[in-house]
C-alpha cells in the first residue's frame, strides 16, 4: 500500500526552475583562471561535475524562509513630493506613518536618512543605482522610533551611497542650505539637516561613516550626535565599512536629540555584530541634562591646526568655548598629535571596505553573525553590474582605489590601517584620562558655495572629502562626538564639536545643553 501524499508525488514531478545556476565548463576554467589555478580539460569536466553536486545546498536552503526584521505598524508606500512641497530638495519620500499613541517620542515628526530601510518606502540611497528598491523590513532605529511614538514624515534625501561629505553628488540634485540656497548643505545626511534646520521636522536619523551627521548638522546649524560606535544599532541600514557604520540623532535642540537618542540606543539581539552586549546600558538621556558635577574641557590643538583652517571659524570656536568656563566646568589645552593620522587611517581601510562591502552588494562580505538584508544585497549587486557608469564621481573613486589596494598588495593596507586603528584610540583616551570632553571646530572653515555646472572633477572631489579633517578622526576611533551651532560667519552657521569617552553620550550631552543654554541666553539679551 502507496500511504505517500499524492500531492506531494505531483509537486515533486513538476518542472522548476533552479535557484543557483551550476557553470559550464567555460565559466569553471574562467574561475580556475581568476583564482590562479591551471587545469586540464578533463579536470575541467570533473571539477564542472563536482561543483554542479556540491551546489545543491544552496537550492536547498532556498526553499527555507528567512527570518527578517519585524514589522509592527500599518502605513501607505507615500509619494514623492513635487518640487513646490520640496523647497530645498531635502525629501526624497513623504510618508505619513504613526507608531505607537503614546511614548517619548509622541508628537514628534522624524525623516529618516535614505539609507536605512522603512518597509514599503522607496529606498534610493542617494544612488540611481539602487533607485526602484522597496525593502520588505524596517530598520530597527524605524521600529523603536515608532514604538516610542513617533510620526515618520518620510525619507531624506542623502548623498550617493552617503560617500560625500557636501550636499551635491546625490543622484537626485544638490540640497540647498536653508540659511541661504546657494550654500552646501552638508553631507552625507544632508536631507536629515535641512529638514531639521527648516522645521519641517522635529528630528531625523542620520548616518555617519565619516562625518556624515556632524557636517550637515554644522552647516545647517542644528545639533547632530554621532554616538558610540555600536550603541545604536545599525541593523537594517546600508553600510559602508562595517568598524564605522553609525546611525544617531539631528535636532533642533540638545533636548530633542537626547530624547531620539533615549528612544533608538540599545542591543539588538545579536542582530549587528558592531553591538557589545556587556558596554551598553539602557539610560534615559533626557532626564541626564543637568550638571552636578565637575566636568574637565580640554581644547584641542590639533583641532584647529589644519593647512585649510580659517582663522575666523578658530578664533570664533576658541571664543565660545571659553564661555564654558565656570564653577564646575573647567577649560584646559590638551594635545594629541596623532589625531591628524586619523584621516589617513580611515581611508586606508575605508577604500578597501567599501570594494568589498558596499560595492559588492551592502554586507556581501560577511563574516559575522547577525541580520543580513538579502533583498538589499540583492539590490545593490544587481544595480552596480548594470549601472556602473550610473555611480557618483566619489565612489568611482574610492571603488578603483579599493580594488587596486586589494589585488596590487592584498590585505596589508587594511590590516595595518585596522591595527593602527587601536593605537589611535589608545592616545584619545590617554587624553581622557585628564579631561572628560574635548573641544574643536566641527569644520575648520565656513559652509561653501555651491558647485556650479561646469566644475572639473578634481574640485567636485576636493569639497566633497574636504570638510571631514575632524570628524572623520572619531570614525576610525568611535568616540561619541556632538556638533552644535556656535555662531554665524558671513551669514552661514559654524559648528562646535565635542568629543567624550566611550559610551560617555550623558557627559557630552549635559556640556552641549550648557552651552546651548549660555548661547540662548546670550543671543536673548
Known sequence: MNDQDPESTIKKELFKSTPVRAPNPKKVEELAKRIGVD???????????????????????????????????????????????????????KTNIHGAPDGILKGKKVAIKDNVAVYGVPMMGGSWVLEG?????????????????????????????CLSGSSFFGARGPVLNPTNPTCDAGGSSSGSAALVASGEVDMAIGGDQGGSIRLPSSVCGVVGLKPTFG????????CIETTVDHLGPIAKT??????????????????????????IKPIQYSKELEITNLIKIGILKEGFDHKESDPRVTELIKNEAAKLAGDRLL???????????????????????????????????????????????????????????????????????GEYMKHEYR?????????????????FDKVFQEVDVLVMPTIP??????????????????????????????????????????????????????????FDEV???????????????TASQ
Open 133 to 161: 528598491y522597496v525593502p520588505e523590513f524596517d530598520a530597527t532605529v524605524v521600529t523603536r522610533i515608532l514604538d516610542a511614538g513617533g510620526l515618520i514624515k518620510g525619507k531624506a534625501v542623502c548623498e550617493d551611497f
Open 445 to 502: 572653515y565656513p559652509p561653501k558655495k555651491l558647485p556650479i555646472n561646469d566644475a572639473g572633477l578634481p574640485d567636485l572631489l576636493a569639497q566633497a572629502f574636504g570638510p571631514v579633517t575632524n570628524t572623520m578622526v572619531f570614525n576610525t576611533t568611535g568616540h561619541p562626538a556632538i556638533t552644535i551651532n556656535a555662531g554665524y560667519i558671513d551669514g552661514l552657521p559654524i559648528g562646535m564639536m565635542l568629543v567624550g569617552k566611550m
Open 231 to 238: 550603541l545604536v544599532p545599525y541593523t537594517g541600514a546600508q
Open 331 to 401: 577649560l584646559q589645552n590638551v594635545s594629541v598629535p596623532m589625531h591628524k593620522d586619523g584621516t589617513n587611517i580611515w581611508f586606508c581601510f575605508g577604500y578597501r571596505g567599501l570594494a568589498d562591502t558596499m560595492m559588492r552588494g551592502c554586507s556581501a562580505g560577511g563574516g559575522y553573525k547577525g541580520f543580513y538584508p538579502t533583498s538589499l544585497i540583492d539590490a545593490v549587486g544587481r544595480g552596480v553590474q548594470t549601472q556602473t557608469n550610473d555611480l557618483s564621481g566619489t565612489l568611482k573613486l574610492c571603488w578603483m582605489i
Open 254 to 279: 540638545v533636548s530633542d536629540c537626547a530624547l531620539l537618542l533615549e528612544a533608538i540606543a540599545g542591543y539588538d539581539d545579536g542582530l549587528d555584530p558592531r553591538q557589545n552586549e556587556a558596554k
Open 39 to 93: 587545469l586540464s580539460e578533463t579536470e575541467v569536466q570533473t571539477y564542472c561535475e563536482l561543483m554542479k553536486s556540491s551546489l545543491q545546498c544552496f537550492a536547498e536552503i532556498e526553499k527555507i524562509p528567512e527570518p527578517t526584521l519585524p514589522v509592527k505598524y500599518p502605513r501607505l508606500p507615500g509619494y514623492r513630493p513635487s518640487s513646490a512641497e520640496n523647497p530645498h530638495n531635502a525629501w526624497y519620500w
Open 507 to 521: 557627559t557630552l550631552l549635559k556640556v552641549a545643553r550648557a552651552y546651548e543654554q549660555i548661547s540662548n541666553a
Open 411 to 427: 590585505g596589508r593596507y587594511y590590516g595595518k590601517a585596522q591595527n593602527l586603528r587601536r593605537l589611535l584610540v589608545a592616545e
